[in-house]
């Protein structure tokens, strides 16, 4: 799975990467949407790099923003009794079944986008306006995804 986290606002954007922030859900800078590695996603990803950071993320990370973060419908937090009505033993379980692909966040009742706060200790020196290759924010950052991801929750 790869993580996409928006991280520029909505001020001056070209309408054909407008439209593919709202495809991939991503409506305020901020949230975070999983994305499978398939070849349309990844598209759609790469089109919009100039506006999101993403990565692959690792099952302990993705367990700890499905505990901190992920919400059911009617902004409800996951708890323990949902994951046994699913009929999941734990976060640890239900990352690694998301990672692999057995199941969708939408089969499981959980909402796509994730509200992260802004990270702690601020955005790269580089800003929020270059790739993250160059000191910045920006564009595909591989493993080091995590990282902001703790950062961000």
Do not use: C, W
């Not at 367990?63 to 033993?89: C, H, M, N, W, Y």
């Amino acid at each position: 799975m790869i993580a996409v986290i928006r991280v520029r606002g909505s001020v001056n954007i070209k309408p054909d990467i407008r439209l593919a922030l709202e495809s991939l859900n991503l409506d305020r800078p901020n949230h975070l949407v999983l994305v499978k590695e398939e070849k349309e996603p990844k598209k759609m990803v790469d089109k919009v790099k100039d506006y999101v950071t993403f990565g692959k993320i690792g099952n302990e990370t993705l367990a700890a923003l499905l505990e901190k973060r992920g919400r059911i419908e009617g902004d409800q937090r996951i708890t323990p009794e949902f994951l046994k009505e699913k009929k999941v033993s734990d976060f640890a379980d239900l990352a690694s079944r998301i990672g692999e692909g057995k199941v969708t966040l939408k089969e499981m009742g959980i909402k796509r986008v994730f509200r992260l706060h802004p990270p702690k200790k601020g955005h790269a020196r580089g800003g929020i306006k270059r790739p993250f290759a160059i000191g910045g924010a920006l564009g595909n950052r591989g493993e080091k995804i995590d990282e902001l991801i703790k950062k961000m929750m």
